[in-house]
């Protein structure tokens, strides 16, 4: 029975070994060579198109990443047959919270069997939300964070795109190698801020800092808890920082911390939110580009342009 430890599993294998009948050798069978199960996952991956990593990341704290990231993720696998979520803040990540999941099991347990990532065993540890959408959570404790490196991310986030229609990665404020990795590895950046000076700031250094790494191409910025009486407009915001606005996301009427409070995404629990509503519409802006990038036709480009505020995005994508 689960938890066992070490020393259980092996007196439990000993004990089977020593009770069981005894039986003349069996010749096998000789079968054509198949492939592993592993093997024929990444066929069956390969045949379809490669997934995307989406990283939502901001720079200042209590910009509402979290929130973004758990309820995107939720969203998108209501697109998508497999969507995977991450929660890459190794020191205090809050997905697990958000979501109401035990973490029983996190990225830590990833950590030995890196070199050589066994799919099975990875999808072992990913836990599963009710909504299907397949969970790597933080480690269980902040020391536990050093044991995670930026080669491990790399590698990891390369699995995840091979088996995932959509990566998303709920990232660290904190720019180390780590965040810089999951940032070199995504296919799309979200990166969120919150109409205020000191956020303005620190996220016109970030841009500047995507530049320098040619990753600029790949960040659309988000502005969240819009409508603020002491917020900043918009065309100020673009203004300043010389970067158009992507998406925004209104502030918030309390559905969002009772969500978290009670651990159910408001995409599931609070959908007629004006936040949730607004997460649709990223989510549903993210499938547009995509599409857009491979040359198909999004599945609910129709829908997503008759909503509020989308037309002038789309626009933008699509020409």
């Not at 998303?168 to 799309?188: C, G, K, N, P």
Request: hydrophobic share 45%; with cysteine; aromatic share 4%.
């Amino acid at each position: 029975m689960k938890p066992f430890s070490a020393d259980e599993l092996i007196a439990s294998i000993r004990r089977v070994y020593q009770l069981k009948p005894k039986m003349a050798p069996v010749q096998p069978e000789i079968l054509p060579a198949q492939p592993a199960m592993a093997e024929r996952r990444y066929e069956d991956r390969a045949a379809r198109r490669e997934g995307q990593i989406v990283t939502i990341y901001s720079p200042k704290g209590g910009s509402g990443c979290s929130t973004i990231a758990t309820n995107l993720a939720i969203v998108l696998k209501d697109r998508e047959d497999r969507v995977a979520l991450v929660d890459g803040d190794l020191q205090f990540g809050d997905v697990g919270v958000l979501l109401n999941l035990q973490p029983n099991r996190t990225i830590a347990d990833l950590v030995p069997h890196m070199d050589s990532l066994d799919v099975e065993f990875l999808d072992d540890v990913m836990l599963t939300h009710p909504s299907g959408t397949k969970i790597l959570l933080a480690p269980p404790r902040p020391d536990m964070a050093e044991m995670v490196t930026a080669e491990h991310i790399k590698e990891l986030l390369k699995t995840l795109k091979l088996l995932y229609d959509y990566t998303v990665i709920d990232a660290s404020s904190y720019l180390d190698d780590v965040a810089l990795t999951m940032i070199e590895m995504s296919d799309q950046l979200l990166l969120v801020m919150t109409p205020d000076i000191p956020t303005i700031k620190s996220v016109k250094l970030c841009l500047e800092l995507l530049d320098a790494l040619d990753y600029l191409d790949k960040a659309k910025l988000v502005i969240s808890k819009v409508g603020r009486t002491d917020g900043i407009k918009d065309k100020d915001i673009m203004t300043h920082i010389k970067h158009p606005v992507w998406a925004t996301i209104p502030k918030d009427n309390g559905a969002a911390v009772a969500a978290a409070n009670r651990g159910v995404p408001l995409v599931i629990g609070a959908q007629k939110s004006p936040v949730a509503k607004s997460i649709v519409r990223l989510a549903d802006l993210i499938v547009a580009e995509r599409a857009a990038e491979s040359g198909r036709a999004p599945q609910r480009a129709a829908e997503t342009a008759a909503e509020p505020g989308s037309k002038r995005i789309l626009g933008r994508i699509f020409g």
